[in-house]
């Protein structure tokens, strides 16, 4: 028989099993502890990546973006062609201008570099309409 170096309990074993059942104990209360931890950060990363992807839709939400092309014939019988709208860029009839949006419903205004600016209206996801000179011209979304 053997007295315990640390719980001072006695023993007839090679080990004294009322501590070698307590630091299992603590050793297995340690690991759930630390798999707790993880998953704590698991639910933390999903949760801010979930936070981030709605953040971005709501930011990115200006239905003006995409190529738009339009079947009527503009002042002087010109036709208009295609438009695309870039996050800050609008193309039409091959013209790069640096734009800003400010969207106020489903009207939507376009201002270039230099103050010029354009009123689209959203009739649908897909259909649009601009209004120059008392002109109104409809487009259709094409991507």
């Known amino acids: 028989m053997a007295i315990c170096d640390k719980c001072g309990k006695k023993y007839l074993t090679k080990e004294c099993i009322h501590c070698r059942d307590n630091e299992y104990k603590y050793s297995n209360e340690a690991v759930k502890s630390v798999n707790n931890n993880k998953n704590i950060i698991q639910y933390m ?9 709605i953040i971005f839709l709501n930011i990115n939400s200006n239905p003006l973006l995409g190529t738009w092309k339009s079947g009527q ?12 709208f870039t ?14 949006y400010e969207i106020d419903g489903d009207t939507i205004f376009v201002t270039d570099e230099t103050g010029t ?7 649908n996801d897909n259909t649009m309409y601009s209004e120059m ?6 487009y259709k979304k094409v991507n």
């Open 45 to 53: 990363i999903l949760a801010f990546i979930s936070i981030s992807i």
């Open 73 to 84: 014939k503009a002042m002087m019988g010109i036709q208009l062609g295609k438009m695309e």
């Open 117 to 123: 600016g354009m009123i689209f209206k959203m009739i």
């Open 133 to 138: 000179l008392g002109m109104q011209t409809k």
């Open 87 to 100: 996050k800050d860029k609008m193309i039409m009839m091959g013209i790069v201008s640096r734009v800003d």
